[in-house]
Structures are given as structure tokens and as C-alpha cells.
């Protein structure tokens, strides 16, 4: 993970510096629903981006016949390794060129990883999740989405540059029908749509996610650093300020048999 100074660190990372181990738009709440329909137990199962290995362990608690995670970076990929143990492995990658072999995977998760990809790289990942997946195997993709479904580019491109000030990464969340198109066009038919309010930073989510104990933690690590207090604040802000052009989106795709 980057060592970087509070003042430049992606907001993930800062947030999970701080404590905070989920780090996506949905919370738990998404993950759990979006599990609960990916039919993990038996299956063959690649997580693209674990990040700190949350969901890796849920995932291996549903019983998968083999987990393989591909992470970015080298120090995430160690902390998911270490969830993870001798009931998978996990990669040190691209998600968009895993090296993993053709249409051998039954389920492809990946949670906060493509909104903040180009629009290039995330259709290479896309194609990606549908080379390694079997006929018929499903694509679960928890991300961040614009909302309405016809919001204006002028507010598209506010909400774009307000996200990349505010987490220091050039997140570009997509509306619905975007999503949608994304995987269709990589050759997915849309199974399942879902939407949970953009609420990582609310004090309610916070609890729900983390649990009280480290959602403590959490509060006096975010009070202690005056600097890290300054930009979590400001991020929780400017989801506040957008946030009728936010939301959480949790796409299920298949790839046809
Ligand atoms: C916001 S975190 C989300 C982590 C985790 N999926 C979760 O929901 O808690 C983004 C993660 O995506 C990883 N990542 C970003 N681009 C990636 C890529 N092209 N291939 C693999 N991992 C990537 C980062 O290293 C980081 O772990």
C-alpha cells in the first residue's frame, strides 16, 4: 500500500490506515446480497481487487471449490493472503490481464476496482472477467453509480472532478445504463441490478460495516491525525454534497452458455 502522506494518499488507503476495512460504496449490506445470488459454494471463484481480503473471507466461508484473488497491490495482496491461507491463493496483477486460463472460473467478484479505472481499461477488465469465466458463469460487480440515469454531462463531469479532489483518485463512477452497456458489450447479459445509497463515510454505515469495537478504533485514529481528520471529513463532504448523483450499484452478469 502506498506510504504516501495523508494529504496525497488514495482514500482507500487512508481510510484503511485508519482502521476502516470495508472500503466499498454498498457496504456490507451490498456484499452480502450480492454473495447471497452469486452461487459461491461449490465454485470455482476469482475476486479481482481484494484489497484487504473483507470479502475473500466471506467468500471462503460460503465454500468455493478454489478462490484466486488478483490485487495490484503488493502489500494488499499480502494482508488477502493472509485471510486467505492454504484455501486459495491470490496473485499479485492487472485484473485486466490475469494470466488466468480461458473460460475455467464458475463466478468473477469484483467490488470498487473498475469505477476507478479509464473507460479503456475498464472494458479490458471486463473482457477479462468474461474470457476467465465458463459459459454461463457470473460476473458480480459492486461499484459507484451516477444517478439519474440521464444525468447531465456538466454534472457527470462535476461529480467526476469533486470525487477526484476529495480521494485523490480519478474515480469514473458510470450511470446504470452504462454499467449495463459495459457488459454487454464485452458479450454479459445483464441478470440482476441493485442499488444501496452511497453512504461509506455515514456514521450508521460505518457501524453496520465495521462493527462497534473497530468502528471505535476507527473514530479515535480519525481524531487523533489532524491531517487524515481533514480529509476524511472532506471526503465524507463531498459524497454528502453529491450525493443525489451517487449511489452504490451491484450488477450481476452471465456470460451466455
Ligand atoms: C477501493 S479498494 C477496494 C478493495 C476491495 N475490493 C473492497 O471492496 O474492500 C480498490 C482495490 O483495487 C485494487 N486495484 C486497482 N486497480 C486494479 C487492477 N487493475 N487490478 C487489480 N487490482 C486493482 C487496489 O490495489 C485496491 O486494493
Not at 476495512?21 to 454473495?35: D, I
Not at 486460463?101 to 463466478?107: G, N, S
Not at 462493527?211 to 481524531?223: A, D, E, H, Q
Amino acid at each position: 500500500m502506498s506510504d504516501r502522506d495523508a494529504d496525497h494518499l488514495p482514500g482507500h488507503w487512508l481510510l484503511a490506515r485508519l482502521g476502516k476495512r470495508v472500503l466499498r460504496p454498498g457496504g456490507r449490506e451490498m456484499t452480502t446480497r450480492m454473495l447471497a445470488n452469486a452461487g459461491l459454494s461449490g465454485s470455482q471463484v476469482v475476486e479481482f481487487a481484494p484489497g484487504l481480503g473483507r470479502t475473500a473471507r466471506e467468500i471462503i466461508a460460503a465454500g468455493p471449490s478454489s478462490y484466486t484473488g488478483v490485487e495490484a497491490d503488493e502489500d494488499a495482496a499480502g494482508l488477502s493472503r493472509s485471510v486467505v491461507g492454504d484455501r486459495g491463493q491470490v496473485i499479485i496483477g492487472q485484473a485486466d490481464h490475469t494470466g488466468l486460463p480461458d473460460a475455467t472460473a464458475d463466478v468473477v467478484i469484483g467490488e470498487a476496482m473498475l469505477s476507478m479505472q479509464t473507460d479503456a481499461r475498464k472494458a479490458d477488465i471486463v473482457n477479462e472477467a468474461f474470457r476467465v469465466l465458463r459459459p454461463g458463469g457470473r460476473y458480480c460487480v459492486h461499484e459507484l453509480a451516477l444517478t439519474p440515469d440521464n444525468v447531465s454531462d456538466d454534472v457527470k463531469t462535476e461529480v467526476r472532478q469533486a470525487l477526484a479532489r476529495a480521494i485523490k483518485v480519478n474515480a469514473r463512477p458510470l450511470t446504470h445504463t452504462e454499467w449495463s452497456t459495459l457488459l454487454t458489450e464485452a458479450g454479459f447479459e445483464v441478470a440482476e441490478v441493485s442499488f444501496l445509497p452511497m453512504a461509506l463515510l455515514e456514521p450508521k454505515r460505518i457501524i453496520s460495516d465495521e462493527g462497534p469495537l473497530r468502528t471505535l478504533k476507527f473514530v479515535s485514529n480519525v481524531i487523533r491525525d489532524s491531517d487524515a481528520r481533514a480529509r476524511v471529513l472532506g471526503m465524507r463532504q463531498t459524497f454528502r454534497k453529491n450525493r443525489d448523483n451517487l449511489s452504490a450499484i451491484c450488477v450481476i452478469a452471465r456470460k451466455p452458455s
